[in-house]
């Protein structure tokens, strides 16, 4: 049973940058192809980042591409999601995912292991 917990999120105003960090335990996260979400108040969750298992391939939402970028330590056990030229709208709690397939799936339900979320909050 793989356990997440992410760490690192805060208030930050627009146009500043935070790194998300997503620490794994009871599994090694090199085998699974990891992702963030995030979920705004009242909104449905929504992909934001994946990389793939075993290389490193990431794939990202249209709304964060050049702005965001995914990364995976496996001597640590983690992934991170750095945040770069950050805008209100993206104001959510952004989740880490896991599951052992070799495609990012964008789709949440395909994924098997959640962290608890961390709060990122933008302000204008």
């Known amino acids: 049973q793989v356990q997440l917990v992410e760490s690192g999120g805060g208030l930050v105003q627009a146009g500043g940058s935070l790194r998300l960090s997503c620490a794994a335990s009871?599994?090694?996260?090199?085998?699974?192809?990891m992702a963030w979400f995030h979920q705004a108040p009242g909104k449905e969750r929504e992909f934001v980042a994946g990389?793939?298992?075993?290389?490193?391939?990431?794939y990202y939402a249209d709304s964060v591409k050049g702005r965001f970028s995914i990364s995976r330590d496996n001597a640590k056990n983690a992934v991170y999601l750095q945040m770069n030229s950050l805008k209100p709208e993206d104001t959510a709690v952004y989740f880490c995912?896991?599951?052992?397939?070799?495609?990012?799936?964008?789709?949440?339900?395909?994924?098997?292991?959640w962290g608890q979320g961390t709060q990122v909050t933008v302000s204008s």
């Open positions: 995912a896991a599951q052992s397939s070799d495609v990012i799936f964008t789709n949440g339900e395909v994924y098997q292991y």
């Open positions: 009871g599994g090694t996260i090199s085998t699974y192809t």
């Open positions: 990389i793939r298992r075993f290389v490193p391939v990431t």
